[in-house]
């Protein structure tokens, strides 16, 4: 018998905004693999129009290796059957009116009116109870302790000196656009203010950057806004590959811990900061998937439910820096990366707890020898101007590093994720067990060394 999830999808309608996204496509394999009667799944891409969204949907989507094993078990032409089917891609973009759709007004009513899941949306369209919404989230800011899974209210802020109003935020951005177009700014340097603007306004209410500030907002208006309708938030942490399904090991693109991992496979990265005792929240793709299908069916007839869920491991199974450090060490020992002279980069990472000891350390180690060796350049160009290049390229890749995850590596927070366990132990022996496995089930050195570590070298650096 399958589990009461997998049921609750079929003949179900969901829309998936930001289709082409990493755990959206994920979350789109899942619901085929598992319950190929859904009635119809309306994808949300940026596109000029119908051809170009089915056309990237085609190539950024289901063309991907991640879908070879429901290509394997349906066949080729059964796929593509199911796929036609089923699929509906739409092109849009939600942070317009209407979501962007640029077909005509009944088609976007129609659709609408049909839909009962729409998952990973802001909350830019009004919807009735029918429906049910999910905001894929990561809001923690830089909080200490213990995060419980508690919503924002409207206009609640991280450090308490103000309140967000989120018409005014609007209304800023408006009219900062406007004066810059006035201005004569380019499309670059427009860009430019505009990231400056955003960091300044998510800095002013305790957040760290403009990313978990907007998400934040957008959590506040599905709150304000849902009246009776049932509501899952998902706050998952630091997404990396898949750890079973569709199988072991699945990534795209870098993704935030990838970027460390490259440089340091590569010899790039001589000194980081990061608290090597403090926990990196981290959580497979597949998990964060499976978990958008079980609470959509525990929650969907709770009228004005309001229900967060942290999908992480730093409650139940956390994994620190430190041994993420040693993991890696470990494995690029055994298996190096062969520099341009034919011999195997040795990583040599240089590790500081603190900003002050990292800001020492770099400004006498790299930054006054980079500004002598850029004198001297001056005098010697062609001795010293490649060798000045390459360094000053190493010590930028790191210091951008640096201002990325500055926020995360010496975070103290740890999430609270009982909602979701809660969840599996209620329905232990039903099958949704299996779905959303227990986060204590991941030997972490056995998913580095193994898992991902492998499939980022497979899947990314050397496809």
């Known amino acids: 018998m399958e589990p009461s999830c997998v049921q609750f999808l079929e003949n179900k309608t969901v829309l998936v905004t930001g289709a082409s996204g990493f755990l959206a496509k994920v979350f789109v394999e899942r619901v085929l693999r598992l319950q190929p009667k859904v009635r119809r799944l309306y994808l949300l891409v940026r596109a000029s129009d119908n051809k170009a969204a089915k056309q990237r949907l085609h190539s950024e989507v289901f063309e991907k290796d991640l879908f070879r094993v429901l290509r394997k078990n349906v066949g080729d032409e059964r796929l593509n059957a199911l796929i036609s089917e089923k699929v509906v891609p739409i092109p849009g973009d939600i942070s317009l009116n209407n979501m962007g759709v640029i077909r005509d007004s009944n088609f976007l009513q129609d659709m609408m009116q049909e839909i009962d899941i729409i998952v990973n949306s802001a909350a830019t369209t009004r919807f009735d109870e029918r429906y049910y919404i999910y905001l894929i989230s990561y809001v923690c800011g830089e909080r200490s302790g213990l995060i419980l899974e508690k919503p924002f209210a409207m206009g609640e ?15 800023l951005v408006e009219q900062k656009l406007k004066q810059l177009k006035k201005l004569g700014y380019s499309e670059e340097e427009t860009k430019q203010a505009m990231k400056d603007l955003g960091l300044k306004r998510a800095k002013l209410y305790g957040w760290p950057n403009t990313y978990v500030f907007t998400k934040a907002m957008g959590e506040m208006l599905l709150g304000y806004c849902r009246e009776s309708m049932p509501i899952v938030i998902i706050r998952p942490t630091i997404i990396t590959s898949t750890f079973s399904d569709p199988f072991p090991g699945w990534i795209e693109g870098i993704k935030t811990i990838d970027s460390v991992i490259v440089s340091f496979r590569k010899g790039l990265l001589k000194c980081f900061l990061v608290d090597d005792m403090a926990v990196c929240d981290l959580i497979p793709v597949d998990m964060v998937a499976n978990a958008m299908i079980v609470t959509a069916a525990e929650h969907s007839r709770e009228s004005g439910s309001h229900t967060i869920y942290h999908v992480g491991s730093s409650y139940q199974n956390p994994v620190m820096y430190k041994q993420i450090y040693e993991i890696l060490n470990r ?133």
């Not at 802020?157 to 209304?171: F, P, R």
């Not at 298996?335 to 900003?355: A, D, Q």
């Open 331 to 463: 494995f690029f020992l055994a298996s190096p990366l062969l520099g341009r002279n034919g011999l195997p980069i040795v990583p040599n990472v240089k590790i500081f707890p603190t900003m002050a000891r990292f800001r020492v350390y770099t400004s006498l180690r790299y930054k006054l020898p980079l500004q002598i060796l850029r004198l001297l350049r001056l005098i010697f160009p062609s001795q010293l101007g490649e060798k000045y290049e390459v360094h000053n390229r190493r010590f930028n890749i790191a210091m951008r590093m640096v201002k990325l995850y500055r926020p995360y590596v010496i975070f103290k927070g740890i999430f609270d994720d009982r909602n979701l366990e809660r969840l599996r132990i209620k329905n232990e022996g039903t099958g949704i067990d299996k779905l959303i496995d227990s986060i204590k089930c991941i030997d972490w050195e056995d998913y580095f060394m193994n898992i991902h570590i492998r499939g980022l070298i497979t899947h990314v650096l050397e496809k």
């Open 157 to 171: 802020t991280l450090n308490g000196k103000n309140k967000v109003d989120i018409d005014a935020e609007m209304l």
